[in-house]
């Protein structure tokens, strides 16, 4: 059962940036990994999926804004955060699902409950 930890949120002015980080306790190399976003009172949404195949898929509103890549080899995914407006203050998650085989963010799905593993998250405050 894969482990995930958060690193990397914190507090920053408007149009600045941020790199979170997730490390995993084992493998990734079948996983899809994903990082959520939930902002108090607000569902928990996916910002940025990456499938086992590589491939990523975004939100419509991070898309240019936010990318996601992956270091199987170092069991690490990263979510690198640019342009940060007031609207992306949130806690953010990593989270992870095994599916077999070489599979695309399509196929990984976009809703929470598509993924087993979670972190315990990280918070991200973007202020004005």
């Known amino acids: 059962q894969v482990q995930l930890v958060e690193s990397g949120g914190g507090s920053v002015q408007a149009g600045g940036s941020l790199k979170l980080s997730c490390a995993a306790s084992e493998s990734t190399y079948n996983y899809c990994m994903a990082w959520f976003r939930q902002a108090p009172g607000m569902e928990r949404e996916a910002v940025a999926i990456i499938g086992s195949d590589g491939t990523t898929m975004y939100a419509d509103s991070v898309k240019g804004q936010f990318t996601i890549s992956r270091d199987n080899a170092k069991r690490t995914f990263h979510l690198q955060m640019n342009s940060l407006n007031p609207e992306d203050t949130a806690m953010y998650y990593c989270?992870?699902?095994?599916?077999?085989?070489?599979?695309?963010?399509?196929?990984?799905?976009?809703?929470?409950?598509?993924?087993?593993?979670w972190g315990q998250g990280t918070q991200v405050t973007v202020s004005s």
């Open positions: 989270a992870a699902r095994f599916l077999p085989g070489l599979v695309s963010p399509a196929a990984c799905g976009d809703r929470p409950a598509h993924y087993n593993f």
